[in-house]
């Protein structure tokens, strides 16, 4: 709640990102990483604009091949200084694109990290072709990337949007 009301009184998420980090300091338990999206249809296409804070860059799926989109920013609640930037990163979504956004708990297990680069070229083993198939895919690597501890131990939230090909 705390930072759709900082939404509210903002005009960049940048400017939502400080607001919100400044109240979550003075809770008790106050870390938080969150990705904002914003979506808005030209014609046949769609810019998606991407504010990151403590969460993985995303990933868009395209028939040419895979791109990572976004700027890393700090997870709110650590104290954000003048000095840091939550710089927001715009892709342009073509029919048959897919544009997937998810949480660390994806890339960050106990003893190994992934990072979206490198579950990119997982990915590219078996391009996902639909919304549903890249969530059931990166699900799979997630759980295969646990390994030996069997489950992730982190959640995972994952957005997948597809774009309706011609």
């Known amino acids: 709640h705390v930072l759709q009301a900082a939404a509210l009184r903002c005009d960049s998420?940048?400017?939502?990102?400080?607001?919100?980090?400044?109240?979550?300091r003075q809770q008790e338990h106050p870390f938080v990483a969150v990705g904002?999206?914003?979506?808005?249809?030209?014609?046949e296409n769609i810019e998606a604009v991407l504010s990151l804070a403590?969460?993985?860059?995303?990933?868009?799926l395209r028939t040419s091949g895979i791109e990572v989109v976004g700027n890393y920013g700090l997870v709110l609640g650590i104290g954000i200084g003048e000095t840091?930037?939550?710089?927001?990163a715009g892709v342009t979504?073509?029919?048959?694109?897919v544009l997937v956004m998810f949480t660390d708990g994806v890339t960050d297990?106990?003893?190994?990290?992934?990072?979206?680069?490198?579950?990119?070229?997982?990915?590219?083993?078996q391009t996902p072709h639909t919304a549903n198939e890249?969530?059931?895919r990166i699900v799979k690597l997630a759980h295969d990337f646990a390994g030996s501890i069997r489950t992730p131990t982190d959640d995972i939230a994952i957005i997948a949007i597809g774009i309706p090909a011609k």
Do not use: C, K, M, W
């Not at 998420?13 to 400080?18: E, H, I, M, W, Y």
């Not at 904002?36 to 014609?43: K, Q, Y």
């Not at 840091?84 to 927001?88: F, Q, V």
């Not at 297990?109 to 070229?121: D, F, M, N, S, Y």
């Open 54 to 60: 403590g969460q993985p860059r995303a990933l868009v």
């Open 134 to 136: 890249a969530v059931d």
């Open 109 to 125: 297990t106990p003893g190994h990290v992934i990072t979206e680069q490198q579950l990119a070229e997982q990915l590219t083993i």
């Open 13 to 24: 998420p940048s400017d939502s990102f400080r607001l919100a980090d400044a109240a979550l």
């Open 84 to 88: 840091d930037r939550y710089e927001p």
């Open 36 to 43: 904002l999206l914003s979506l808005n249809l030209t014609g």
């Open 93 to 97: 979504l073509h029919p048959g694109d």
